[in-house]
């Protein structure tokens, strides 16, 4: 359905048949994880533990998370269009970036009018949330579900559309306190406060009042109702989560980067000079990373083109092993708090004393930046990060809630346009015809996967003696590659892998270098050396007074590797593959949490 507007026109979309189909296929419903009420309320770092989706849904219902953001749909493009689009919060990541649903598209020169984007879509969405969807299980009963779109992530700009509040750079601008902006030199600049008054739902009702009343043009950073308050069950202020990828990420991260490697900044102290620099980009050349880690490390040098996984691996497994002895101390250890405190927070168990001790240290990473930095770098990006941690206690997860998969949708979403002409009805046609195919060609949830082995060789000489205490009959050939499904290992014996390394896994017993894969039957096992972890990676800081401790990394592992005496573990036990890297002290597994970016 096309409906016109004032800066352009929308094509409605159907979100309730695309949720129904969904629920309807075997596969994806196997998938989907119901609340368990009775779950631990003292443990974060899941969609489900946040306390708005534990007030708001229960073990029979389901939950949304909305997105909109501009899209060029040609670089030399004047117009964009803006997709609406929702995500079924209970499916595992790879689901989720599959099946993200547009609800409408929005094509025209300028951003949308967010209250016409929301009349566009608020009927179905208050539909599903009182009403809930009928959908047919796999023993032809009719099963009734609601689900309640509860979540919203937007970046800086986008999210003021949606508020109705004012801009970044406005003041009291930020959504989730009152904080007051300060000018200085045409830069708006968020000094720190440990103390501050934070945003509720109540007050922001009485403000849209305050503004109805007195025909103001805004009052507390507010501009008036917010268009997205038309969905039932979403609480402006709580529901509309702070982005790790935007506002930390692309906000945070890049920032820091850009500051240290800049030539203008060559005379201040936290400067990495170009020796340094090219020592840096030196071992970024030598980490071959496996393929759950996609992107190969750039030079520091293309940092502007960076993209947001690229910082978000730099800031989580880059920094704290390689910046260490490239750059002054006391900045090395102010980033440090950043690394530990998003790495913690984007754990998939978060205790309550986990949230406190980031909320401390993000509280003096903000404080510490104007001694540091100066006031300029006092960004609204930089403030947002004290709102990090109740962010999680509310909503759960910043890996579950973030941009990542809704840009990625809009990238998918722009691949689909052939033409200049009715640019949002060629994505609302295709984007229909797309999710036609994917649900149709998701497999049986009972098929399995076969275990696929190449490089076939004689079994090598060495293993024989090894292999005899575990098999009476011996296998004959050797295996060099191991493919289960969409996960890929390698051994030591393939020869081919120049600028991946796919041969060190966590398993159920630690990690382990494979050395080459053998079939057994059904069964397929892994002969490696093991590479038994030393301990966590570890930075010492000293708190407000002057007590040392120690902040450790719990997802970067000092491990050897002198080890000659040989394992068998079957395949089934591995966990994962893992990041492995090397400087001139240390060697170190790196266990890859950041799946969420790519």
Known sequence: EEINGPRGYYVKMDPIDRLRRMLENPYINSKIKFYEPNTDESSYGTVDSGSLYRERINGKELSLTFFSDGVKPFKSSHKDFWPALLCLNELDHSLKRQFVIPACIFFGNKSPDAKHMMFCIKDDLNFMASNGIDWQNDQNQIVNTKIKTIYGVFDSMAKPLFLNMLKPRGHKSCPKCYIETVYES?????????????????????????????????????????????????????????????????????????????????????????????????????IKPPTNLPRALRSLSELASFKANEFNSLLLFIFPVFFRHFMNKIYYDHFYLLSFSISTLTSKSITDADLKLCDYFLNRFVKDIQILYGNNELTFNMHLLLHLVQSVRESGSLTDLNSYIFENTNGELRN?????????KQIAKKSELLFTAQINLLINPQTTHNNVLRHRSTLDDKYKTFLT???????????????????????????????????????????????????????????????????????????????????????????????????????????????????????????????YAF
């Open 186 to 286: 045409k830069r708006a600049i968020f000094y720190y406060s440990q103390n501050l008054v934070h945003r509720t739902s109540e007050e922001f009702e009485v403000c849209t009042t305050m503004i109805e009343q007195n025909n103001l043009s805004d009052y507390n950073g507010i501009k008036g109702q917010a268009p997205i308050s038309t969905i039932d069950f979403y609480d402006p202020i709580e529901s509309s989560v702070i982005d790790l990828m935007h506002a930390v990420d692309l906000g945070v991260t890049r920032r820091f980067f850009l500051l240290w490697t800049d030539s203008v900044n060559k005379n201040k102290p936290y400067y990495i000079d170009r020796k340094n620099r090219e020592s840096l980009d030196k071992l970024f050349g030598s």
């Open 416 to 424: 689909l346009i052939s033409g200049t002409n009715n640019v949002g």
């Open 469 to 595: 205490s575990f098999f009476p009959i011996l296998p004959t050939h050797q295996f060099a590659t191991f493919t289960d499904g969409k996960k890929y290992f390698t051994s030591k014996y393939y020869k081919r892998e120049k600028k991946q390394f796919n041969g060190l896994v966590s398993t159920i017993n630690g990690f382990l270098f494979i050395e080459c894969f053998i079939q057994k039957d059904e069964d397929v096992f892994a002969v490696g050396t093991l590479a038994p972890p030393i301990g966590y990676f570890s930075n010492e800081i000293f708190d407000d007074f002057g007590n040392p401790c120690q902040l450790q990394m719990k997802n970067i592992y000092e491990i050897e590797t002198n080890s000659e005496e040989f394992t068998l573990i079957n395949t089934k036990q591995i966990l994962d593959k893992c990041l492995f890297v090397e400087t001139e002290q240390k060697k170190y597994c790196i266990v890859i949490n950041n799946s």
